[in-house]
T-cell receptor, first 113, second 112 residues
Framework: SQTIHQWPATLVQPVGSPLSLECTVEGTSNPNLYWYRQAAGRGLQLLFY??????ISSEVPQNLSASRPQDRQFILSSKKLLLSDSGFYLCAWNKGQGGYGYTFGSGTRLTVV | GENVEQHPSTLSVQEGDSAVIKCTYSDSASNYFPWYKQELGKRPQLIID?????GEKKDQRIAVTLNKTAKHFSLHITETQPEDSAVYFCAAPAEAGTALIFGKGTTLSVSS
């Protein structure tokens, strides 16, 4: 069966520090991978998605970036965090060209101080 | 691109009542409409979905209806229970049909 791992679970970082969040999927090949952010009490904002190694689509221009160095690995990064980057970051995967529900990772709660 | 509007933002019902949450979408080419439930501090989980070739789908106390002409779909929960209390999100595929665009969520509170 397929599983998705996301870490760390919580993170407190100072403003201006770098960020690296990792997500991996097991039990499948060539998944579509996604990063979403959820601000406190708010909806799910699509940040990046990837349909293959090295293929990244950005939905929101900001100081975040994403990379997919391996088929089942998706990394969210920032060189310098802002206070507004605080939130609940969720990685998700699915198969196929739309039409299939996501499975979300357990999320990373990021607090920028 | 796709735009998904969700109403209401909050919904309070008594245990045993029904709850209905409605979403509208903008892209007439969208063909897949999932609903997610998110409990406090946890990840969203898929509870039901519907494809554009079907008008209604049921799973025990949960049902989803789709009106393609009007471009809206709804989540219906019957005989609500306190454990149904959560935030519910609807979604539709973005242009090009890969990523999902989510509504802003509905906080459902079921009081006993």
């Amino acid at each position: 069966s397929q599983t998705i791992h996301q870490w760390p679970a919580t993170l407190v970082q100072p403003v201006g520090s770098p960020l690296s969040l990792e997500c991996t999927v097991e039990g499948t090949s060539n998944p579509n991978l996604y990063w979403y952010r959820q601000a406190a009490g708010r909806g799910l904002q699509l940040l990046f998605y990837s349909v293959g190694i090295g293929q990244i689509s950005s939905e929101v221009p900001q100081n975040l970036s994403a990379s997919r160095p391996q088929d089942r690995q998706f990394i969210l990064s920032s060189k310098k965090l802002l206070l507004s980057d605080s939130g609940f970051y969720l990685c998700a995967w699915n198969k196929g060209q739309g039409g299939y529900g996501y499975t979300f990772g357990s999320g990373t709660r990021l607090t920028v101080v | 691109g796709e735009n998904v509007e969700q109403h209401p933002s909050t919904l309070s019902v008594q245990e045993g009542d029904s709850a209905v949450i409605k979403c509208t979408y903008s892209d007439s080419a969208s063909n897949y409409f999932p609903w997610y439930k998110q409990e406090l501090g946890k990840r969203p989980q898929l509870i039901i979905d519907i494809r554009s070739n079907v008008g209604e789908k049921k799973d025990q106390r949960i049902a989803v209806t789709l009106n393609k002409t009007a471009k809206h779909f709804s989540l219906h929960i019957t005989e609500t229970q306190p454990e149904d209390s959560a935030v519910y999100f609807c979604a539709a595929p973005a242009e090009a049909g890969t990523a999902l665009i989510f509504g802003k969520g509905t906080t459902l509170s079921v009081s006993s």
